[in-house]
């Protein structure tokens, strides 16, 4: 019976063969197979760990990189309403020129101006900006700014009587008021 019972101990040993691992001063012992087990799973965590490590640069360069981006397109937003612009200031340096160079045409160098100024208002409309209606109408803060206020007996109170400075939308948004004169009550 000792037989069997050495020959049962030594097929266990076999089948649960153990590993002993040494760190420092403790010792772990282990079947191997709960050994390989956690081997193989500290394998799987440590390649876990380098792809987050890898997901986590490749997300701060793409964070990175689309900042730059950012800051370059706010940089050159721009860029197509200055070249408009560029061609108007040719326009007006020619302009100038030929004012200069015959000092006596002045209805040409009128007409030259008024030829920039209409390209102007065409540009401003291409991009969406259009002048705020005001002459005649009722003041309205969101549209208007009252620099004065003159004394009228044949407009209703608060109507603009006269615009001191246009202001201007752009696709509906206020981006600069009308400056204007506001009727009030006379003697009020």
């Given at each position: 019976m000792n037989e069997m019972k050495d020959h049962n101990n030594h097929k266990d040993n076999k089948e649960t063969k153990e590993v002993k691992e040494s760190k420092g001063l403790d010792t772990v012992?282990?079947?191997?197979?709960?050994?390989?087990?956690?081997?193989?799973?500290?394998e799987r965590s440590k390649d876990i760990q380098d792809k987050l490590l890898r997901s986590h640069a490749d997300f701060e360069n793409m964070r990175k990189r689309l900042e730059r981006e950012k800051q370059d397109f706010l940089k050159y937003a721009n860029e197509g309403i200055v070249l408009e612009l560029l061609n108007v200031l040719d326009d007006l340096e020619r302009v100038i020129d030929l004012a200069e160079d015959k000092h006596e045409d002045l209805n040409a160098f009128l007409k030259?101006?008024?030829?920039?100024?209409?390209?102007?208002?065409?540009?401003?409309?291409?991009?969406?900006v259009k002048p705020i209606e005001a002459e005649g109408k009722v003041f309205d803060p969101n549209y208007h700014e009252a620099l004065v206020q003159v004394e009228n007996k044949d407009l209703p109170e608060n109507t603009i009587v006269e615009v001191l400075q246009k202001g201007y939308l752009m696709y509906e948004r206020v981006i600069r008021t009308a400056k204007v004169k506001v009727s009030k009550k006379i003697g009020g």
């Open positions: 012992t282990l079947k191997e197979s709960e050994y390989n087990e956690l081997k193989d799973a500290a030259g101006v008024e030829m920039i100024l209409a390209h102007i208002y065409e540009l401003l409309k291409t991009h969406g």
